[in-house]
């Protein structure tokens, strides 16, 4: 069901060999153990849909100088929603030549707009081979979670609206935020009432063969001492039934999940454990707030304890700022 590297238990990666027989990969470079067993990495936002042109390449620049082990996406990395293989690939081209000039290893989870359609799926599979996977660094385990299976075909009016707006941000990025806000009110109000109250628009997909796979990797590493939980909807904020599984397997284990979509930094505690909506590395304007912000987040495993830093692309603060009362959604 997964194949692992050194024995030693330092790093170890698991993907599912029974269904994907490829030799591309979802990541970039390969992870070299520490001599202490301490490390940190950076995770980084959305930077689609609708992104200001320059602000995912300054969070780089900053992501370089910062010298992390390696660095974790939540997906959305491209605009997408292709019909058309090559415009797909030039917009992946672009993306992936920028990750492979960081010189860091850089790991993928798929977004909505990653992999929105049968040819964005095509095209994905093409190029990173696998939509879920895991991996263990020294007492850590990080598992990568595809919230986005079985994508339905967009409306082309939506697409139309789509396509406009994000040439507009291109042309004017000083009124990204503007040509946002009339993007979403033009779509909320085409929204059914059914959807915007039950959360329909943000539901995952998250399937049986995947839970299944995660359990085993899970079984096989009951003696870490954390888990990160990476995925592009923060699933936590609906009831899905899918998503309840996956956290009672997590159960009794301490563990930080890390999502992104909604494009505002938020923090919850759930369960006793962190929950971490990150906020946007480029992507557009998602409403008003104090997470509504350009930033990356700096994690350091020292020791066995774990700390975050925020870093805003024109400052540093902490996640306190960005953390909510606990909840727990009945």
């Not at 090559?86 to 989870?109: G, I, M, N, Q, S």
């Not at 943000?202 to 995947?210: A, F, K, M, R």
């Not at 563990?255 to 909506?277: C, W």
Request: proline share 3%; hydrophobic share 35%.
């Amino acid at each position: 069901m997964y194949t692992l590297t050194d024995q030693k238990k330092t790093m170890e990666i698991y993907y599912d060999n029974d269904k994907f027989t490829t030799d591309k990969r979802p990541w970039f470079g390969d992870l070299k153990p520490t001599t202490t067993g301490d490390f940190s990495f950076a995770v980084v936002g959305d930077r689609c849909g609708i992104t200001t042109p320059g602000i995912f390449e300054k969070g780089l620049e900053i992501v370089q100088a910062l010298k992390p082990d390696f660095v974790l996406s939540v997906g959305d990395l491209v605009e997408g929603y292709w019909n058309n293989e090559d415009e797909a690939h030039e917009e992946w081209d672009y993306v992936d030549h920028l990750l492979e000039k960081l010189e860091l290893p850089f790991f993928h989870v798929v977004g909505n707009h990653d992999y929105g359609n049968e040819t964005m799926v095509k095209v994905w599979r093409e190029r990173k081979g696998f939509e879920y996977y895991g991996f263990r660094y020294h007492d850590e385990l990080f598992l990568f979670v595809n919230t986005e299976e079985s994508p339905g075909a967009l409306p082309g009016d939506f697409l139309e609206v789509f396509r406009k707006v994000t040439e507009d941000v291109k042309r004017e990025p000083e009124k990204s935020k503007e040509h946002a806000q009339e993007f979403f009110n033009q779509m909320m109000s085409n929204a059914s009432k059914e959807d915007l109250e039950k959360g329909n628009l943000h539901l995952p997909n998250i399937t049986d063969e995947q839970l299944a796979f995660f359990e085993n990797v899970l079984k096989e590493n009951e003696d870490v001492n954390q888990t990160f939980v990476l995925m592009h909807k923060p699933s936590w904020k609906t009831n899905d039934t899918q998503f309840l599984r996956l956290e009672d397997l997590l159960k009794n284990r301490k563990y930080t999940m890390f999502a992104g979509h909604l494009h505002q930094l938020e923090v919850m505690k759930r369960n006793g454990n962190d929950h971490i909506q990150m906020g946007r590395t480029g992507a557009c304007w998602h409403g008003e707030g104090v997470g509504s912000i350009d930033h990356l987040l700096l994690v350091t495993v020292k020791n066995g304890e774990t700390n975050f830093k925020v870093i805003e692309l024109n400052g540093v603060s902490t996640l306190e700022k960005f953390t909510m009362d606990e909840k727990s959604i009945d």
